[in-house]
Every structure is written in structure tokens, then in C-alpha cells.
């Protein structure tokens, strides 16, 4: 059975979509005490994207052998994640209640897959996500499986061999059926990522190592759309998005501040950042 795509949203419904995830997202993190709410953030519309609008999947039937296979190579990202899963309906949402609790399976990266439905790998070691992916989609045309395969990394994650030796192997192989989108919310753990490694020009890079290559806003649903439009009709290179985003998005006070890469809120900031995500 091929999995299919959800039947699609129109903005407005996107647009709310990720709203009630940002809500959900800072009131576990914040009562689990777990970090990297500023990473989760800024990939939301991504995600939303993907899982309303991409993705060939079933949450009714999460191992399909021919449903598409998403990696979030930015493991650490996983928060944002379990809420977009339990969203979709491939687990319900009450089971987040155990987020961050001694015995839990969601905690701050994904685990191996069956624990949670709609995992694929674990990941949280950066520049291992987009490695497997490669060699799922290789591992799909060799057994003539009609799926795409996605991964979603950090721009920091691009500080990893792992991810060059992927892009050259993939380019090489042709492999047109890979999706590469990278959340360019231009911080890292410890800095600016062009401070770090010097990333820029990203994109340039990528379609010099022989992926097509675009550059889009990262928080602009039709944006994403086109994007993962043109991915789907080249046929001979596999894609990068290379999406800029802003680490934060959606609540103000975090907004590009790399301190909440870290940080949880207080019950004062949870009060603000809820009040800032009211629904119009």
C-alpha cells in the first residue's frame, strides 16, 4: 500500500497549525525543564509543511514499506517533533504528559525507532541524520520502492564532515529522490554560525558539490511549498533548501537570542510567550 499525503490545508489552517504547535511546544518544554526551545521554534513551519502537506505517509500505519522517510538530522529538535507526531495522529497527544519524565521515551533527542511511532533513527549526534537518509533512499531504488526521503539538519550541522562526504556521495549516485533542508537560523550552541565556520554562501556550496540548490524564507508556508515542489521534479540532482529561519520565531523575547538554545521558561516568561501566541 502506498502512503498518502494528507489532504491539504490552506493557510489560514497552516498558519494555526503552527500556532497550536508553538503553544504546546513552550508549555512542555517548560514544565519538563527542557531545553532547546529556540531550535524547535524556528523549524515549525517546516514541519508543518512536510506532515500536512509533503509527506506520503499513514499515522495509521507508521511502518508502510512505502511511505516517504523523514531523519530529523537535528536531533535536538526533537521536541517540536513529538509534538508535530502526536499532532498528526501517530500517537495521542495525552501521551506527551510524560515528557521529560524519569522512564519516558520523549525526552530532549529522538529515540531508536518503536518507541515512538513515525521515527525513523535516533539522532542527536550531529551530521548523522542525512548519512542514513542517503542510504535509505539508495537502499528504496535498489528494492524499486516509489518513496522520497528528507532530512532536516541544523546549519551548524554543516560543520560536519559527515554531511560533505553525504552530499558528494549522494550528487555522484544522482540521487534525485534526497531532500536536504537546512534550518539557517544562523546560531549554534556557542555563537554565530558564520562566526563558528565560515558557512556563507551556503547554498553556493551545496550546488557546487552538485545538488540543486535554493534559498527560501524558511517561515513562508507557500515559500516552502514551491521549494519542495521544484525538489520533486528535478530528476537527476539530489535537492538542498537551504531555509532562513529565525532561532525563536514566534515569541519575541526569544527571538534571535541564542540564550534559549539553552534555557527553559520561568513561569512568568511561560505567561508572556502564551500570550504572545493567542490565536488571532
Known sequence: M???????????????????LRRRLVTTSAEAKIPHLGSCLSCVELLVQLYWQELHIDPANPEDPERDRFLLSKGHGAPILFQVLAERGFFPIERLANFGKPGSVFHEHPPKPGYIPGIEAATGSLGHGLPMALGMALAARIQK????????????????????????????????????????????????????LALDPLAAKWGTFGWHAQEIDGHDFAAIAQALLAAREESERPSVIVAHTVKGKGISFMEDDNNWHYRTPNPQELAAALAELEPI
Open 2 to 20: 502506498i502512503s498518502t499525503a494528507p489532504s491539504p490545508l490552506d493557510a489560514a489552517q497552516l498558519e494555526a497549525t503552527a500556532l497550536t
Open 145 to 196: 520502492q516509489p518513496i522520497r526521503c528528507y532530512a532536516l539538519l541544523s546549519d551548524g550541522e554543516c560543520n560536519e564532515g559527515s554531511i560533505w562526504e553525504a552530499a558528494l556521495l549522494a550528487a555522484s549516485q544522482k540521487l534525485h529522490t534526497l531532500t536536504a533542508i537546512i534550518d539557517f537560523n544562523k546560531w549554534q550552541a556557542t555563537g554565530r554560525s558564520q562566526e563558528v
